[in-house]
């Protein structure tokens, strides 16, 4: 993900950042210094004492260990968390300071810059503060505010989470088309590009989902046929239920993770 979010801002010919970079790895910190013209750092208190943004591109079960080695006392960094069920209280609690800090959730389409990604910003952050996380973000796709912290769990439920429900549904399409006679290359091809199709259509429309579906189904034809099925077996009440699972679940790996 952080290699997305470099790209993307190298890709914007219009801004002219200095990025700095931190890593474990030596040969990680080469390539991204060779493919995007980044400065490596030392340390990440290195990151910390020279940039503006900090972007914790960390997995959830390292962020500990990275943020309390950090001496954020007095600092005016604007800290972006990418790290999945990590609360602002919790990531307070680690950096042991009160910071700028915005709690965000990706999801991997931003690894080809197109990502739904939601944001909660804690009392610190001012509006400069957000311009610069809104750069940040919408360079991997787009970014929405929500006004509540615990709003990022639907987020989680609907984006973070929803990229998985559309691999489902594309590769049960797949399989059934392969049922019915076309090979694995051709199935393949025309699902991809029908999902690829539905949402550009979609993104580019006024109309609802609603509107779009029903604009596809004529009386008494073939789409009818199949959607009544999908209704008939409780498709909708299938969605539902399993993205109130992804949001319980969102909610318990917040409280387990507060706990460590």
Known sequence: ?????????????????????????????????????????????AMLDNCDVIVLAVKPQAMQSVLTELDASNS??????????????????WLGSEVALIRTMPNTPALVQC???????????????????DIIIKSTGIGLW????DLLDAVTALSGSGPAYYFLVMEAMQA????????????????????????????????????????????????EEAINSLIENDLLKIFEQAMQAAY?????????????
């Open 146 to 149: 929500v006004d509540s912290e």
């Open 76 to 93: 005016s960094t604007l800290f972006i968390s990418i790290a999945a069920g990590l609360t602002i209280r919790t990531l307070s609690k």
């Open 176 to 223: 059934a088309a392969e049922k019915l006679g076309l090979s694995t290359e051709t199935a393949r091809e025309l699902t991809l590009q029908t999902a690829l199709g539905a949402a550009s259509l979609a993104k580019q429309s006024t109309d609802t989902s609603a509107e779009l579906r029903q604009r596809v189904t004529s009386p008494n034809g073939t789409t």
């Open 248 to 260: 319980k679940r969102s909610k318990e790996l917040a409280i387990e993770l507060d706990q460590t």
């Open 115 to 133: 990502g739904a990604t939601g944001l909660y910003a804690n009392n610190a952050v001012s509006s400069d503060h957000r311009d610069l996380a």
């Open 1 to 45: 993900m952080a290699r997305s979010i470099i790209g993307g801002l190298r890709a914007d010919e219009t801004l002219n950042l200095e990025l700095h970079v931190f890593d474990p790895s030596v040969e990680t910190l080469k390539s991204l210094e060779q493919e995007f013209n980044t400065h490596s750092a030392d340390s990440n208190q």
